[in-house]
């Protein structure tokens, strides 16, 4: 048996655990990146402007990006690459928070090349300008590219990038060539196969980054050092102890302005085949050997393989949809979906949804799972609750008469960073009697390094080629092929329009959410 080592002193912090020492967190990057340049398809648009600029801008003020490094924007819109400049910065001055001191310096590196998506021409054009700005600034051939474009273009982008000689990398991988992808991949098990197929005949797997910006949040990639760097999660991490794990992404923002995309996918498109299917992986997962891309993505895999199927009928056993209605958030009217802009008056599109998953292994065997999602809840929630069983006896009983309450740890993602243990103690006093108490850490306590927003961290893990927070094609048909049958049951059914439980926006979802999981909305308040 190994001997305990002596460990500095903690510094006490309000709560449990006490961070030990100083904790200023390490620099931004582990070791050099190579120089690199990125091509952005869709640089004119929603996306580029944004999210994609103004995170490499922010990546650039924290030294998080290559030198050298190019940027070359490509659109149908005909820009100069200075036109293209100005307006990048007035996207980046928009976005908020961000410094413009050091725009002059970052915007060198802007230059910007008209494309038609559907023209080889304009490929073999693109190319050419490519090259003579890797050779002018000495990137060395490694390109990154960015397809922030509608999902209806990808396979035609990526495969004329693949026809001009753009894709293939040089001999042992380098120079090395990377494809990012935003979701959706695909709407279903069949579309998420052609679009591999389309990016197969381009780019290999482990050239291809998509990206699920959850994963890169920082309190989601604690779920797996909190659960494999603590000996003592782990022995009662398992159906012996566990009742049941909720897992929750609750926003009060309605559609916005994305109801062209948002009326074709809906929220089980939007938030369960990637970030709810994330978060349930991470929390379920297996411990990979080491930590490292595939590994990880392995046992993610093996996780997905073992979530049991839906069956084709009785989906109200196993999921409630929802959609708002006219109501309150944050004391403001807000209107119902159906009279969102560019939404159908009539739409069957659910911005709710519930859905019980249960996971056929040897660890979990009859613990549910339950995934919340919904749009306009009364606030926005991130995190995973987890139940704990009762205690087995309860010899206090004949003394206090008082139900003793389960353990729950509860693990805040998103805006609450906090991870808090419920547990009974005494309460204080002549009289014997119980309270439940939460002991709370703070996921930021004494950290004082940088921070890196979810799509600068996921920008920068691409550049140092790092796929760990990255869908691999194999998790995702896993994921698809279990939801197709539940989107069956969603969209093709008699009565789809009784499934849809409509619910005041503002609200915590239908009630018959309650129905399905007895601890709504307890669970997210
Ligand atoms: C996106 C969805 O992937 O995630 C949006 O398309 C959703 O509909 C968003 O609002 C939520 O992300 P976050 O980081 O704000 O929780």
């Avoid at 650039?60 to 036109?83: M, T, Y």
């Avoid at 021409?121 to 960015?146: A, I, P, S």
């Avoid at 944050?330 to 159908?344: F, N």
């Avoid at 499934?499 to 399905?516: F, I, M, N, V």
């Amino acid at each position: 048996m190994s001997q305990p080592r002596a460990e500095p002193a903690p510094a006490v912090v309000q709560g449990f655990p006490e961070p030990v020492g100083d904790a200023p967190g390490p620099g931004l990057i582990e070791g050099s990146l190579d120089p690199a340049a990125m091509v952005i398809f869709g640089a004119s648009g929603d996306l580029t402007g944004r999210k994609l600029v103004p995170a490499l801008y922010s990546l650039f003020c924290h030294g998080g990006l290559p030198e050298p490094f190019v940027i070359l924007g490509c659109a149908r819109s005909r820009f100069s690459d200075d036109a293209w400049r100005q307006k990048m910065r007035r996207a980046v001055a928009g976005h908020g928070g961000l410094d413009l001191t050091a725009w002059d310096r970052f915007a060198a590196r802007l230059f910007y090349q008209p494309l038609v998506y559907d023209q080889p021409g304009t490929y073999r054009e693109l190319r050419r300008r490519l090259q003579e700005l890797e050779d002018g600034h000495g990137t060395g051939g490694n390109r990154v590219f960015n397809l922030a474009i509608p999902p209806g273009l990808y396979s035609e982008v990526v495969s004329l990038v693949g026809r001009a000689g753009m894709s293939a990398e040089g001999p042992g991988g380098s120079p090395w060539r990377r494809l990012v992808v935003e979701k959706p991949f695909g709407r279903d098990l069949a579309s998420a196969r052609e679009l591999s197929k389309a990016i197969a005949a381009g780019f290999q797997e482990h050239q291809v980054f998509r990206i699920d910006h959850y994963l890169a949040k920082e309190t989601v990639q604690n779920v797996l050092i909190l659960r494999f760097a603590n000996a003592i999660f782990e022995p009662i991490w398992n159906r012996n102890y566990i009742d049941q794990v909720t897992i929750i992404a609750a926003e009060s923002l309605g559609v916005e302005h994305r109801a062209g995309y948002y009326e074709q996918a809906g929220v089980l498109r939007d938030m369960f085949q990637n970030h709810m299917m994330q978060l349930l992986a991470l929390a379920a997962m297996e411990p990979p050997p080491r930590y490292g891309a595939e590994p990880v993505r392995d046992e993610k895999t093996k996780l997905f393989r073992s979530l049991r199927p839906y069956p084709a009928t009785n989906a109200g056993d196993y999921l409630v949809l929802g959609q708002y209605t006219a109501g309150q958030v944050d004391g403001r009217p807000v209107a119902a979906y159906r009279d969102e802009p560019g939404v159908d008056p009539a739409s069957l599109t659910p911005t709710f949804a519930l859905l019980k998953v249960m996971v056929d292994n040897w660890r979990w065997q009859g613990v549910p799972f339950f995934l919340v999602s919904g749009k306009r809840l009364a606030r926005k929630v991130t995190r995973m609750l987890i139940q704990f069983k009762e205690v087995p006896h309860c010899f206090f009983r004949q003394v206090l008469g008082e139900h003793i309450t389960a353990n729950r740890l509860v693990l805040g993602i998103q805006p609450d960073e906090t991870t808090s243990l419920t547990i009974q103690t005494k309460s204080p006093g002549a009289r014997l009697g119980l309270r439940s108490v939460k002991m709370v850490f703070d996921y930021n306590a004494d950290y004082r390094g940088p921070l890196l927003g979810a799509y600068e961290k996921a920008l920068l893990n691409c550049m140092q080629g790092d796929q760990m927070l990255f869908w691999r094609q194999d998790g995702l048909e896993l994921t698809w092929g279990l939801l197709d049958p539940v989107l069956h049951a969603c969209e093709r059914c008699q009565d789809r329009d009784q499934q849809l439980q409509p619910y005041a926006a503002g609200g915590w979802g239908p009630e018959a959410a309650r129905r399905l999981l007895s601890l709504w909305p307890e669970a997210a308040k």
